[in-house]
């Protein structure tokens, strides 16, 4: 690792690394070592052992994390703040430190900067959790002697490329997250190891990669993404300063689109560099689509064998020094890496039929009309079934909004005949324009695809907003899809929305358009007459209007089809 790096520490002597950069007037260095001290001193006065750690900022992080680890205390880290994931991490934790409710914050300064930083034991613990692309999040042990061993392999296959004396600071830029292990590995505990500054903060948007680069010399910064951020590179957007900035860009967290890959390479000036592995296996082959098509190449030091068409690794990212039989079919390539062929994991049983999520998925992205595909298992009257969330091409969304939502959903469906078990045929759809929604690791969880099936309330397109004296009115036109959560057991074989849903569709979307308190309290509803069914499919126009005087909020819903409810919400005066 020499040849790419004359300072490797590791990351068990990290901190040591950090404080000889501070001898030498590293500002950066210096501020990271104190605030590390701080979070030592903070951690070793807390009972217990296990702590849950989670802090946006990746220097303020690895601060935390290291002062922890020097604290003696098992680092916990969940991987986003929903309510779900902290009721969950309850069981896995004694307490809870940085940005979630309660959590333990240190000093502004440590009582002693300059103490001594030992190596770290090579059994120091850490537990992560899967991204939940594939099912609930799984907690995963790892010894500090595992991601030790993983920077390692890093540098030793990427050193090179990210070098420090390329140029005098390299820049690293992220999109990803920290607190899973990919953004772990590449934003906080490789750059450490390397002695390498970190990144600054993460980008939420393309526009701040482009300003992050403006300026910067010549291969001097790196970027830490992943697919569903590539898969979104506008053409709008002038990448000239981004082209000069980087050296290499780095995807994973899912393979990468060949398309998404030619538009990286272009608008980029870099072929991303794909790295494959998982939080239970840590990094395991690497690959550049512009020179290895879809062929895998094992890292440095990870051995691999195909097991009954699975791929199997062994390597010192792995607890142990035993074979672990991936998810993941596979088969050899003539030139000493694999080939992947989707994951065994995603093979589901529909009425006792054995259905292949991966193939209905690649039988969508293989449509002109569709640029991504997720599918999942949901429950529904009928017993469990296929719902397909996609992302629409400018062709689909061409076509949709030429042939309209219930015809495009007959064409996608007729387009499957043939490839896909009648059975398996998507009962829901959801259709985005732009994009699926992601977690701060770029991946699209199946908790976030369920929540989109789980949708009670239509879109919302705003057609007219106005104000006058007295009254405040909207309208706005409610696409109906069958996809609706509320349809479910209103009614087997004659779905239709039920009078509960309408009302809560008008005290939800009218906040949107029009001044209603928000702390509002529902009173009483007056004069309230539905007057018509309302079924999948129908556009549905919302008429709005807001009494201020009398506290009351008007609404009539109509279509086509004629009237079908009208009446009048009082609510609760702020007095």
Excluded at 70 to 82: E, I, N, Q, T
Excluded at 262 to 281: H, M, N, Y
Excluded at 554 to 572: E, K, N, Q, V, Y
Aim: glycine share 8%; aromatic share 6%.
């Amino acid at each position: 690792m020499s040849e790419h790096n004359a300072d490797w520490y590791g990351v068990r002597g990290a901190m040591a690394g950090l404080a000889r950069r501070a001898a030498h007037d590293d500002a950066e260095a210096s501020a990271l070592l104190s605030r590390a001290a701080a979070w030592r001193t903070a951690f070793a006065a807390a009972p217990g052992q296990r702590w849950a750690i989670y802090i946006e900022s990746p220097r303020e992080f690895a601060a935390a994390l290291f002062g922890a680890w020097h604290a003696g205390k098992h680092v916990v880290l969940p991987g986003d703040l929903r309510t779900d994931t902290l009721d969950a991490l309850r069981a896995h934790t004694d307490g809870w430190a940085g940005e979630m409710t309660g959590g333990l914050v240190p000093a502004a300064t440590a009582p002693d900067p300059d103490a001594p930083w030992p190596l770290l034991p090579a059994d120091a613990r850490i537990t992560l959790f899967t991204s939940g692309s594939t099912g609930a999040p799984t907690a995963i042990d790892k010894r500090l002697s595992q991601l030790d061993a993983e920077t390692a392999t890093l540098q030793t296959a990427f050193g090179a490329r990210v070098a420090a004396d390329v140029v005098a600071n390299t820049r690293l830029l992220t999109t990803v997250s920290h607190q899973h292990i990919y953004g772990l590995l590449f934003c906080v505990l490789w750059p450490l190891a390397a002695g390498r500054s970190l990144p600054a903060g993460r980008l939420a948007f393309n526009e701040e990669l482009v300003s992050g680069c403006a300026g910067l010399p010549a291969a001097s910064a790196v970027l830490i993404t992943s697919p569903a951020h590539l898969r979104r590179l506008p053409e709008g957007l002038d990448w000239t300063a981004v082209r000069q900035a980087l050296s290499a860009v780095f995807s994973s967290g899912g393979p990468l689109p060949p398309a998404a890959a030619d538009d990286a390479l272009r608008q980029l000036g870099q072929s991303p560099i794909e790295v494959f592995g998982s939080s239970e296996t840590g990094g395991i082959a690497w690959r550049q689509r512009a020179s290895d098509g879809e062929r895998w190449t094992p890292l440095p030091g990870v051995a691999w064998r195909i097991e009954e068409r699975f791929l199997a690794v062994r390597s010192p990212h792995l607890p142990d020094d035993d074979w672990y039989v991936c998810a993941d079919l596979a088969h050899a390539d003539a030139q000493h890496g694999f080939v992947l062929q989707g994951r065994a994991d995603r093979v589901a049983k529909i009425e006792e039929k054995r259905v292949s999520l991966t193939a209905i998925e690649q039988a969508l992205t293989a449509l002109p009309w569709v640029l991504e595909a997720r599918v999942l298992l949901v429950d529904l009257d009928i017993g469990t079934r296929v719902a397909a969330a996609l992302v629409l091409s400018d062709a689909g969304n061409a076509r949709l909004a030429e042939s309209g939502r219930a015809a495009f959903v007959a064409a996608l469906k007729a387009s499957l005949t043939g490839s896909v078990d009648p059975l398996a045929l998507p009962r829901r759809w959801h259709l985005a324009q732009d994009a699926l929604p992601a977690n701060a690791q770029g991946k699209t969880t199946e908790a976030a695809l369920r929540d989109l099936f789980r949708q009670t309330v239509p879109r919302a397109v705003w057609i007219e907003r106005g104000e006058g004296g007295e009254k405040h009115s909207a309208a706005a036109m409610l696409d109906i899809h069958e996809h609706l959560a509320i349809f479910d057991g209103h009614f087997p074989g004659t779905p239709i929305v039920p009078g509960v849903a309408q009302i809560d569709w008008v005290m939800t979307l009218a906040p949107q358009a029009l001044p209603i308190p928000p702390r509002a309290a529902f009173l009483r509803l007056d004069v309230l007459k539905f007057q018509g069914i309302i079924r999948p499919g129908m556009q549905v126009r919302m008429d709005l209007e807001w009494l201020v005087e009398k506290h009351a909020l008007s609404f009539r819903l109509t279509s086509a089809a004629g009237p079908h409810a009208s009446g009048r919400i009082a609510f609760r005066s702020e007095a």
